[in-house]
């Protein structure tokens, strides 16, 4: 009994073996066809095979390729962040990658820029699953611009401040609202300078006074007014202010003074050219450059300085 089962086995196998040379080529063309129970993991069903005398037809398979494609993208993460800012702090507070509740990073990041200044600080804005940008002035203020929806808001902003001086405004920084912290220290409180002169051409000296190091933007100005009236005697106005950055003293055509401001050295000397070249000065003389953060009480002389 045991004889005949596998004589029946083996024909049973060899017939197998014959319907799968007759099944038609095209299908085989497919893919490497392959008996199978029905489509699997990664599977694709092509067709049935030829029945043969005592052999029932049985599916056909191939690897399906496009079970290799990627797989669909998971939900997206929700993140939302808030910063806040000082007017007179150098650097900017973020507090984010929170998946809801933006109310909760806005007490955050206040509470965090106000326990570093002191108070006086405010919330600069919120937004979720984008960046923000922030532009720096030549005085060192801010702006944002959110870069959301193809960034129009970052471009129109950083357009608008760059319209009101010399050169184009910088971007301090690009946030993502994924970012979990910023935290700077008590080092972002900025350094002020401020220059003074005379009031018009009655008595004036070709001078320029210089308060810097000072704390806030209205101590400097103070300062520096102080200064020019002890030592004239007469009206004085404030003719550049800075909050950590430089004071560039320079002169076009031998006797038109000027002071301009910008956030570093260059930057500021670069400012004085293009104002040069924007008054169709014939000559432009870059004279002192005045740190901001270096305290003190400084008087330039147009007239007597060399020519940097």
């Keep these: 009994m045991t004889r005949f089962l596998d004589l029946h086995r083996m024909a049973r196998m060899l017939l197998i073996g014959l319907a799968w040379c007759l099944w038609p080529v095209q299908a085989q063309a497919q893919g490497q066809a392959y008996p199978c129970n029905g489509a699997g993991p990664g599977e694709r069903v092509v067709g049935m095979s030829p029945a043969a005398p005592g052999v029932a037809s049985f599916p056909l398979c191939v690897r399906d390729e496009s079970s290799n494609a990627p797989a669909e993208p998971a939900a997206a993460h929700n993140s939302y962040a808030a910063i806040a800012w000082h007017p ?47 532009i720096r002035d030549r005085n060192g203020s ?5 870069a959301g929806e193809g960034g129009a808001e970052r471009r129109r902003v950083l357009a608008e401040c760059s319209a009101k001086q010399l050169l184009p405004c910088e971007i301090f920084a690009t946030i993502r609202s994924s970012t979990n912290r910023r935290s700077p220290g008590p080092s972002a409180r900025k350094f002020y300078a401020v220059s003074a002169w005379v009031v018009g051409s009655d008595g004036y000296d070709h001078k320029l006074y210089i308060a810097s190091g000072q704390r806030s933007a209205d101590a400097a100005t103070a300062a520096a007014i102080k200064a020019c009236r002890d030592a004239t005697s007469r009206p004085c106005e404030s003719t550049a202010l800075t909050g950590n950055g430089f004071i560039q003293a320079y ?32 000559s432009c003389e870059l004279q002192a450059l005045f740190d901001s953060r270096k305290p003190g009480l400084f008087v330039h002389d147009f007239a007597k300085a060399k020519t940097r």
């Excluded at 929170?98 to 806005?106: K, R």
């Excluded at 007490?107 to 919120?126: F, I, P, Q, W, Y």
Aim: aromatic content about 8%; overall charge negative; glycine content about 14%.
């Design 142 to 146: 801010f702006y944002r611009g959110w």
């Design 251 to 282: 002169r076009m055509d031998g006797n038109r003074d000027s002071a301009t401001v910008e956030t570093s050295a260059k930057r500021a000397q670069e400012a004085a050219r293009v104002n040069c070249k924007k008054q169709k000065g014939t």
């Design 88 to 134: 007179d702090a150098a650097d900017i507070w973020v507090d984010g990658n929170y998946s809801g509740g933006e109310n909760i990073a806005e007490r955050e990041v206040v509470a965090a820029c106000n326990s570093v200044m002191g108070g006086g600080c405010s919330l600069a804005g919120d937004w979720g699953n984008s960046s923000m940008a922030i």
